[in-house]
């Protein structure tokens, strides 16, 4: 069964760039069958959609937060990834790393998720 | 962005119990809506998918319905195990979530 894995930073200064990476196994980021989610989660608080990349690297993101994000795929190792620049304390959240249902279904019908991971944003 | 009122936010229940959560969609969703579970430290896991789509090894007790702007999530008979949160999402557009409710033992 396909597992994701969220890594990176727990802790980015205010200002700089928070960058996360999905490992995704038992399957390939190269499947034409799936879409790559970044879904972040407020502490306490609800869900907040990011963006997500296709295979092909088609990219389509939550215009609240197009300005500052990039979602890029990795097909060496098998990773995709999130950038989300000039971070402030409003960032910090656990982010998820999520996998549509792969088929027909709708990019974001969000089916499979990684287990999140906590980022604080503070000097 | 099309908001998702969801009410309540919390309730109390026993066991037993039929669990009724509603979402209120700020314009025609159609059935693009899912309902999500989300136990604490843990990721949010998909029950219902196109509005009343049972996801697969889901239980039966977990249904929806509703179309339009106005969906409604049952749980017939709430087990220990469903002490939680749940989410609405739509994704008819910009994907948005409700607020959540939480679903406590009373």
């Known amino acids: 069964q396909m597992q994701l894995q969220e890594s990176g930073p727990g802790l980015v200064k205010p200002s700089q760039t928070l960058t996360l990476t999905c490992t995704v196994s038992?399957?390939?980021?190269?499947?034409?069958?799936?879409?790559w989610n970044w879904i972040r989660q407020h502490p306490g608080k609800g869900l907040e959609w990011i963006g997500y990349?296709?295979?092909?690297?088609?990219?389509h993101y939550n215009p609240s937060l197009r300005s500052r994000t990039s979602i890029s795929l990795d097909t060496s190792t098998n990773q995709f990834s999130l950038r989300l620049s000039s971070v402030t304390a409003a960032d910090t959240a656990v982010y998820y790393c999520?996998?549509?249902?792969?088929?027909?279904?709708?990019?974001?019908?969000?089916?499979?998720w990684g287990q999140g991971t906590l980022v604080s944003v503070s000097s | 962005d099309i908001q998702m009122t969801q009410s309540p936010s919390s309730l109390s229940a026993s066991v037993g119990d039929r669990v009724t959560i509603t979402c209120q969609a700020s314009?025609?969703?159609?059935?693009?809506v899912n309902w999500f579970q989300q136990k604490p430290g843990k990721a949010p896991n998909l029950l219902i998918y196109?509005?009343?789509n049972l996801e697969a090894g889901v239980p039966s007790r977990f249904s929806g319905s509703g179309s339009g702007t106005h969906f409604t999530f049952i749980i017939s008979s709430l087990q220990p195990e469903d002490f939680a949160t749940y989410y609405c999402?739509?994704?008819?557009?910009?994907?948005?979530f409700g607020g959540g409710t939480k679903v406590e033992l009373k």
């Open positions: 038992g399957g390939s980021v190269t499947s034409g069958a799936y879409y």
């Open positions: 196109g509005a009343s």
């Open positions: 999402q739509q994704y008819e557009n910009v994907p948005t």
């Open positions: 990349i296709y295979y092909s690297g088609a990219t």
């Open positions: 999520v996998r549509n249902c792969g088929g027909d279904c709708s990019p974001t019908l969000f089916h499979h």
């Open positions: 314009q025609d969703v159609s059935n693009f």
